[in-house]
């Protein structure tokens, strides 16, 4: 069985999709059709940058997202490649779920979008830059890092945002509390701590206001149901009922990315392929966490070509 999978925030660069919009009419298609739905050049800017405005929260979701669904509609149209007929679950990392659910057919291409850069917007607002912060703790698996979060909280918000694999937690909150739980992580067994280049504290109860405004958008955007399940983050298990997609995607903003578990949960449902789709950063995650698996990253023309002979 075979699993495909969609980055977070994190991958984008400048020069993201510039080689396969040079390369592939359908990829340049997807971002103009981006580009329309935002009104703003925003492939011009994965293209050519500034980096700094790319990296800005409102930019890098959608952009993520547009490059991915790009390396789709590549596979799809040029290698002959039906997603649906190939894949027997989807999941993404954060903002990479609603990338998911574009490529499964659940959510349109423009109303994907326009929601990434109000969550972008929403999250950036939720808390003064400077007030929050992430930090990776590497080496720990999620109930060391518990501890750490629990020991440097002091009454601060210091959770665990991301579950990624056996061997790195991210974890969110106040900038004291991850401030402090850098200090004292190697004391509680932790390789490495490293704070993380975030303009804001995602996966954590700060989020609320940015869970609000994507709770009233989403009650009115349009969810079908997906042509195939999606491993919910916060879940780790599938879910193909929209009203049920449009509640965890609420949810999603300040609770836990159940990274590790899903890909555990996906492995004992039988997958043994996993397929990263526009970026390199979940793979190895993948690999780490499930030995076994078979795991290709996809981001240029010759990784779609390749990946289309053995499809």
Known sequence: MRAFIFPGQGSQAVGMGRALADASPAA?????????????????LMAEGPEDELQLTENAQPAIMANAIATLRVLEQEGGIALSQKADFV??????????????????????????????????AAVPVGQGAMAALLGVDLARARAIADAAAEGEVCTVANDNDPSQVVISGTRGAIERA?????????????????????????MQPAADTMARALATAAIDSPLVPLYANVTAAPVSDPDAIRALLVEQVTGMVRWRESVLAMAAAG???????GGKVLGPMV?????????????????????????
């Open 271 to 277: 997958v043994d392929r996993f397929v990263e789709l």
């Open 28 to 44: 340049r298609a997807i971002f103009q059709e981006v580009d329309d739905a935002l009104g703003q050049h925003l492939s011009r």
């Open 182 to 206: 850098v200090v004292i992580a190697k004391d509680h067994g932790a390789k490495r701590a490293v704070l993380l280049p975030v303009s804001a504290p995602f996966h954590c109860p700060l």
């Open 287 to 311: 690999k780490r966490t499930s030995p076994d698996a078979m795991v290709a990253s996809v981001v240029t023309m010759d990784d779609i070509e390749a990946l289309a002979k053995t499809l």
């Open 91 to 124: 999941a993404g990392h954060s903002l990479g779920e609603y990338a998911a659910l574009c490529a499964v057919g659940a959510l349109a291409l423009a109303e994907t979008a326009r929601l990434l850069n109000l969550r972008g917007r929403a999250m950036q």
